[in-house]
C-alpha cells in the first residue's frame, strides 16, 4: 500500500490539525530480564525440555504493521490503526 509521508491529522496537544509525519514502528530490542522471560527460561530448565510447542506453520502471509504519526508542531507521537498490509511504502 502507498501511503503520503506527510498528512494533515488533528492533534489533541495542539487542538486543531496540523502537519504529522507518518513512519512504520519498528518493535525493540527484547529485554532477557523481563519477568516473562525469566520465568519462561526457568520453565525450560532441567528435566522436561521444552514446555510449549513451537510453531513451525504460519497461517498468515501478512503482518498486522502499525504507522506512528508525529506532530510537526509539538513533536507529540501517536499511533495509527494497525492493518495487514504485505508491505508499506510511502510516497
Known amino acids: 500500500m502507498k501511503m503520503k509521508k506527510e498528512l494533515n491529522k488533528y492533534c489533541p496537544r495542539c ?39 513451537i510453531q513451525k506453520r504460519f497461517s498468515k502471509n501478512t503482518k498486522k504493521l502499525t504507522p506512528r504519526i508525529k506532530c510537526k508542531q509539538c513533536g507529540r507521537m501517536d499511533f495509527m490503526k494497525s492493518m495487514r498490509l504485505k508491505r508499506l511504502e510511502f510516497i
Do not use: D, F, V
Not at 490539525?17 to 530480564?33: D, F, N, Q
Open 15 to 53: 487542538n486543531k490539525y496540523t502537519i504529522h509525519t507518518i513512519s512504520l514502528y519498528k518493535k525493540g530490542r527484547e529485554s532477557s530480564m523481563r519477568q516473562g522471560a525469566r520465568r519462561y527460561e526457568r520453565k525450560k530448565k532441567g528435566y522436561g525440555g521444552q514446555p510449549k510447542p
